[in-house]
């Protein structure tokens, strides 16, 4: 195996893990909070069709993620009301979203099916770092999407566990009550991570339409929105982290369609399980007792907060 290939592997494995970073950095602010969105893979599925259909209407891929951004956030907006204004049961409501944005997206891309993109993301040289010796063609020989990700991940690291208002996210996580006792409000940072966590898995959706395969076929995602949500608790609510397992998950689906050029035979049908079957490798991982103590989820995940009972 020469290097070319080694360089074409993780270069693919960085696109196609960026739309499994951008769902599960929303689905990591949301859980932050203290909610659990299972809706992520709905809203992926109406950020791709939201996308794609303005792109097209607008001829300018930048409209298409506007777009994205908000159908996936008008999404995340009826979950933040079910759950946190109405108080329903987090695991059903995402549920229900999934279901409903499944649904949503079909209908919506009927007409659209098998139409291609005429102005998709493409890719973009940064000049110098491009040029650099194996770690340019990687890193920097990519579409804007993939860029920002770049600053994007930091950046939330930062936000997260160097400033007030992630600390206030995180006390919102970990015990709202005294959170809210401390005039933080539990309610409007809920609301606000949880729309921030849709819009970014609406770019996540998106960039699949868009840039990784500019075109819309129902259920295009296959079942990354589920990935992202596993993903999140591999990389232990840390953006670094979950930037590392995305590109993990991203190599293990490209190392699955490269193989056969290798000469390796294995049923293609095989080859197109690997990501998932890592996925269940690393819940089965996780759940076990010791791993799950030393990792440590926010511990008002997934319960609601009423503050006449605090």
């Not at 932050?32 to 259909?53: H, K, P, Q, S, T």
């Not at 110098?128 to 010796?133: A, G, N, V």
């Not at 609510?237 to 490209?254: E, K, Q, T, V």
Request: charged fraction near 10%; charge should be positive.
């Amino acid at each position: 195996m020469s290097q070319e290939f080694f360089i074409t592997i993780l270069a693919t494995a960085i696109t196609a893990g960026t739309p499994i970073l951008y769902a599960a950095l929303g689905e990591l602010l949301t859980e932050r909070c203290g909610n659990l969105n299972l809706g992520v893979e709905g809203m992926m599925l109406v950020g791709a069709v939201c996308g794609f259909v303005f792109a097209i209407k607008a001829n300018d891929p930048w409209v298409g993620i506007l777009a994205a951004m908000l159908g996936g956030g008008a999404m995340a907006f009826i979950h933040a009301f079910l759950t946190v204004t109405l108080q329903a049961n987090q695991v059903v409501s995402g549920l229900a979203l999934t279901i409903f944005g499944t649904g949503l997206s079909g209908f919506i891309g009927k007409a659209y099916i098998g139409i291609p993109v005429e102005n998709p993301f493409k890719p973009v040289s940064l000049g110098f770092l491009s040029d650099i010796p194996f770690i340019g063609p990687i890193f920097f020989q990519h579409d804007y999407l993939v860029y920002i990700t770049y600053l994007l991940v930091p950046f939330l690291w930062f936000l997260i566990y160097r400033t007030k208002p992630g600390l206030n996210l995180r006390a919102v996580g970990e015990n709202p009550a005294s959170a809210d006792s401390l005039g933080v409000s539990v309610y409007k940072i809920r609301y606000i991570y949880i729309i921030i966590g849709g819009m970014l898995a609406g770019i996540g959706g998106a960039y699949l339409s868009l840039a990784y395969a500019p075109t819309w076929l129902e259920n295009m995602t296959a079942g990354r929105g589920w990935i992202a949500v596993a993903l999140v608790i591999f990389a232990t609510w840390n953006p670094l982290r979950a930037m590392l397992g995305s590109y993990i998950f991203g190599g293990i689906d490209a190392l699955g369609f490269r193989a056969q050029t290798l000469g390796v035979m294995i049923p293609s049908f095989f080859l197109k399980m690997l990501p998932y079957l890592f996925t269940i490798l690393v819940l089965v991982l996780v759940a076990r007792k010791a791993m799950a103590n030393r990792i440590g989820p926010p511990k008002a995940l997934s319960l609601p907060y009423d503050r006449e009972e605090r």
